[in-house]
Structures are given as C-alpha cells and as structure tokens.
DNA sequence: AGGTATTGCGCAATCA
DNA sequence: ATGATTGCGCAATACC
C-alpha cells in the first residue's frame, strides 16, 4: 500500500523525501483546466460574458501559482506527517500507560497483602498479650476474635 | 474547528480543475478532461501513442466509473471519519488512564503510610511481648514502658 | 501583507 | 468485483 500513484510529477521518493522538482512543471499528464462555463442553454438563458475563464488558465500556468502549490504541497505532507506521528505518539502512550497501570496494581496488591498479614499478626499478638497480662477469665473463649478488616 | 469550505457543492478535479458538481451529474459545466501530453519537449521523450487515452477518457464518461468513484469517496469518508474517531478516542484513553494512575499512585502512598504505621506499632508490641515473656519466673513487675526505638 | 499549517475532498493504487 | 485504506494534490481557510 502506498505505492507510487502516479508515473509523473513529483519526484517524491518513497522514502518520503522529496525532491523539489524544478520551476518548470514538466509532469506527464497534466489536465488543462478548461473550465466550462457550461453555458446554461436553459429557457431563458443568457449569454454569459466569457472574461474570468482565461485568467484563470493563466494562473494555473503562472510560475507562481506552480511555486505556491509546490510549497503547499510540502506543508501538506508535512502536516500530515506530523499528525501521524503524533496518533502514534499516543497510541504509544496508552501502552506506557497500560504498563505502568500494571505496575502500580500489583504494587497495590502485595502492599495489601503485607497489610494483611502485619494486621493479622498484629491482632494475633495483641490477644495473646491480652491474655497474658490479664486475668485469665475462666469462662469460655476468647473475648472477641474477629478481625474484621476490609480493605 | 474548521468549517465547510463551500457552500456549494464544489468538487476539485484531481488536477486542480474546479467543477460545480450538480446531484444530476448531468447538467452544468462538461469539464472535458483533455489529458495533455504536458511535456512537448521531453529529453529524449517519445511521443505516446494516443491509444490508451481514448480509453482512459471513456472511462470517465462511463457511468460505471461515476458510480465507482461516487462509492469510493463515500468510503473514504467513512473511513477518515472512523479513523479520526479512532484517534479522538485513543486521546481520551490516554487521559483516563491517567486518571487512573493518579488514583493508583495517592492509593499506593496511603497504603505505604498504613503499613509503615502498622509495622512500628508492630515493632513496638514486639519488644513489648519479648519483654514479657522472657522471664516469667522472675518477678519481674511492670513489663517495662521504654520506647526504645529509633525512628 | 505574505507566509505556513490544517482540513475537507476527490482521485487512484492497493489491500483484503 | 467490492468496500476499506492510504498517499497525494488542490483549494479554502485558519493561524501568524
């Protein structure tokens, strides 16, 4: 995909270098303008003044009008390259950030766990501290021994 | 923010003519594409045998080929839209995955500070506990209430 | 004023 | 043969 369109005009390299063709716009087909005014020959129609028709042929064969478009034509590719570039760019971004979102989560998940666990021995130590220095209540069970932490 | 360009329906030939292109394609200003040879004086060119013109000029008078064009401009539209859409939505990926990491990142430093708080009290019972336990023959009295930590 | 940068559009070559 | 993509040129116009 991508191939050369036409045989003609531009040297425009397929490595997307392209070389700034001479003043002189030697293309293989080129389209004369030839703007047909197409005469409404509608019911009442009018003569129309053929008098813009040949400027406009002369611009179009102008060495400027060639210029400007030539300049044009490179700021397009130009532009389109850029925004190319950065659909990339971001397209590479949400990956990075994909990852990185990863990375983050799994740290969660293993600070969580050692929270767990921390709280867990915590709580354990806790009761038995607790049945150390008080009176043993000789009754049932333990006090509580529900640890219910969320998360 | 750009805006239609014309108002009317104002299609540029591929080589830059400029035809006002009626829904009935049959109508006003018959732009005769007229392939110029463009390059009278080609180094060492040889003139093109006028055959295949005549083909290629009927089939642009084709109805067939209106139509295929017509189809295919349709598509291209479709897909630059998509396209466009594509990238719009892949921007705003990146900006709630962003979100996201942010979220993840405060999360992380909460639980960091939970734990951290958690281990020194954790340390703290310890030294508090190995003190009792240690000797419980002795008579020893009061666990001790240093806090002999650094920090 | 004079330029570049963007954008919509159509064409043609490819791709699928 | 058909729709989808893609590179490209043109023209309008947005932006300096």
Do not use: C, W
């Not at 030697?26 to 040949?54: D, E, F």
């Not at 390259?81 to 969660?108: G, H, M, P, W």
Request: no cysteine; proline share 7%.
């Amino acid at each position: 995909m991508s191939r050369p369109q036409q045989q003609a005009k531009l040297s425009t390299d397929h490595n997307g270098v392209s070389v700034i063709q001479s003043q002189a716009h030697a293309s293989s087909l080129q389209q004369v303008p030839q703007l047909v005014p197409a005469n409404p020959s509608a019911p009442g129609g009018k003569a129309q003044a053929p008098s813009k028709m040949k400027k406009a042929q002369a611009d179009k064969d102008s060495d400027e009008y060639r210029q400007r478009r030539e300049r044009n034509n490179l700021a397009v590719k130009k532009s389109r390259q850029r925004s190319k570039q950065k659909a990339q760019d971001t397209q590479q971004r949400v990956n990075e950030l994909k990852e990185e979102n990863e990375r983050l989560e799994a740290k969660i998940k293993l600070l969580s766990k050692e929270l767990s666990v921390l709280k867990d021995l915590f709580l354990e130590h806790a009761h038995n501290l607790a049945d150390n220095v008080q009176p043993p209540n000789v009754d049932g069970s333990s006090p509580a021994a529900n640890g219910p932490n969320g998360q």
